[in-house]
């Protein structure tokens, strides 16, 4: 079950797809104040990844709550090689333990994540529990590999750190080449 609290007189969960994708929405009434943060109670998944969305509204007309608010999702213990996303409509960043956009602290008993919602009150957090070796990579070269800024020279490539960095490479190889 999932519970939502800090004094909240209402709150909505539902789940799909087989409990990949998790909505808990904090129901603020109208005129209360918003809490200066905002504690989501789940339970592990026994899927490989599962999002939570975690929102916040106000009043019967369900208005998104404007601004960042802190968030923070309990879960169960997870295992030290989970991966934690935090997704908004630009994607998904790595969480870390001190991260920018959040942090996660384990512990016996609870694992907590904490993150902010994005300007239109809401904030997606995937918890991937069964990691593969592309995933792996992937969190690697995002938490390890500092984000550089490269021109996609019109080709239409994204400017990633990868691309930049093979980039570089031919280009260093052709001039010893000649």
Not at 141 to 155: K, N, R
Request: net charge negative; charged share 20%.
């Amino acid at each position: 079950d999932l519970t939502i609290a800090d004094g909240l007189k209402n709150a909505e969960t539902t789940s799909s797809a087989g409990g990949r994708s998790v909505s808990m929405l904090a129901v603020l009434e109208d005129g209360q104040e918003t809490p200066s943060k905002v504690r989501y109670y789940g339970e592990a998944s026994d899927t490989t990844s599962t999002t939570y969305r975690l929102g916040m509204v106000q009043g019967e007309q369900r208005q998104a709550v404007s601004g960042h608010q802190a968030v923070e999702l309990h879960l169960p213990p997870l295992p030290e090689d989970t991966l934690v996303y935090r997704v908004t409509d630009e994607g998904s960043q790595p969480i870390t333990a001190n991260a920018s956009i959040g942090g996660i602290t384990h512990s016996a008993n609870k694992t907590v994540i904490k993150t902010y919602t994005t300007t239109d009150g809401d904030v997606g957090v995937e918890v991937v529990y069964d990691p593969g070796i592309l995933e792996r990579v992937d969190w690697w070269v995002s938490t390890s590999v500092p984000d550089i800024s490269i021109p996609s020279f019109g080709f239409g490539m994204a400017s990633s750190p990868l691309v930049g960095g093979a980039l570089l490479v031919l280009a260093r190889r052709r001039r010893t080449l000649r």
